[in-house]
């Protein structure tokens, strides 16, 4: 049955000249019918180089946004339009506008996980595989990183001779391990190595063998030597890992780590969307997009 949906969705987009993304947390039969599975920076690139004319992002709006963002002349839908990503939500232009007030002298640097409406007032935008060294690059000694303190907290580390102002966001996924998690995770798997995505606390971060982003960690991973690892972030990851790497094993650093958002999109979901019945098409005016793509843009320069 799910080999029959995915068929006639790889004979459809084919048909309809769709390029079907897929961020690295979404389930497993949806990356199999994916033009292209990766992190959010590759999925932002990816999504500008594409020929097709139509892009369905099989993600959380934020990451639609972007594609619509990069590529205005696409038609760009959401599978499934109930996919947001409650730290995109956490600040809006308003207070980041009255933020900026305090810190005239700071460059805004805004992680991806933002709304397109915040990123209007953003000078650099950065994605967790990028933010350190677009962070070092910089011309500014002085940054305002929003919206992820745990990210903000990891790159201050990377690149401690600027000065580095964070405010208090961050994924509630990611923050529900903490360093005990850790500890008794080692202690099951005492051979394992310890792979952590950095929007995670850094108590845990400070415990781990690899920081990384999604992509980071597989790519880790798979050259490693090592033959057991301790993932630390969305369940996902170890998931397609140990599909990649059958003779490695891989273990979640928590039963916690599981994105309800990332989840939400089925394969049901883009096969209504390829037939032309379901998710949302991206909207953004012309004046949106363009001050939204300044610090994209950006991003893409110095990354
Ligand atoms: P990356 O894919 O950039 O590592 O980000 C993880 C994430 O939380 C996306 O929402
Ligand atoms: Fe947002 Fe966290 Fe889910 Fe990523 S894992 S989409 S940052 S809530």
């Known amino acids: 049955m799910i080999y029959d949906i995915q068929n006639e969705i790889m004979k459809l987009k084919k048909e309809k000249d769709i390029c079907i993304l897929a961020h690295s947390y979404q389930a497993r039969e949806i990356v199999e019918v994916a033009d292209f599975t990766g992190d959010s920076f590759q999925l932002s690139v990816k999504a500008k180089d594409a020929p097709n004319k139509n892009v369905i992002m099989c993600g959380v709006r934020f990451m639609a946004e972007t594609v619509k963002l990069l590529s205005p002349d696409k038609t760009v839908y959401l599978a499934n339009p109930e996919a ?3 730290m995109a939500e956490q600040m809006d232009k308003e207070i980041i506008e009255a933020v900026k007030e305090e810190y005239p002298d700071y460059t805004v640097v805004a992680y991806i996980n933002t709304t397109t409406d915040l990123k209007t007032v953003c000078d650099v935008c950065v994605t967790s595989s990028s933010a350190v060294k677009i962070v070092k690059k910089i011309d500014n000694d002085k ?3 929003i919206p992820d303190c745990n990210l903000g907290d ?4 990377q690149v401690p001779e600027k000065t580095i102002k964070l405010l208090q966001g961050g994924c509630p996924i990611h923050a529900r391990v903490n360093a005990s998690d850790v500890d008794k995770a080692r202690a099951l798997h005492p051979n394992a190595e310890v792979l952590v995505h ?3 606390v850094p108590s845990v971060v400070a415990k781990a063998d690899f920081v990384g982003s999604t992509s980071a960690i597989m790519n880790y991973a798979k050259d490693s ?3 057991e690892f301790i993932i630390g972030t969305e369940i996902s990851i170890g998931e397609h890992l140990s599909y990649m790497c059958p003779e490695k094993r891989f273990y979640s650093l928590s039963k916690n ?4 958002n990332m989840k939400s999109t089925t394969l049901m979901d883009v096969y209504n969307v390829v037939k032309g019945e379901g998710g949302e098409e991206i909207i953004l005016d012309e004046d949106t997009i363009k001050k939204a793509r300044v610090c994209i843009d950006k991003m893409i320069e110095l990354g």
């Open 143 to 145: 940054i305002l990183f």
């Open 84 to 86: 947001g990503c409650p």
């Open 154 to 157: 990891y790159v201050s580390k």
């Open 225 to 227: 030597d090592k033959k």
């Open 257 to 260: 780590l599981i994105c309800p």
């Open 198 to 200: 950095p929007e995670c």
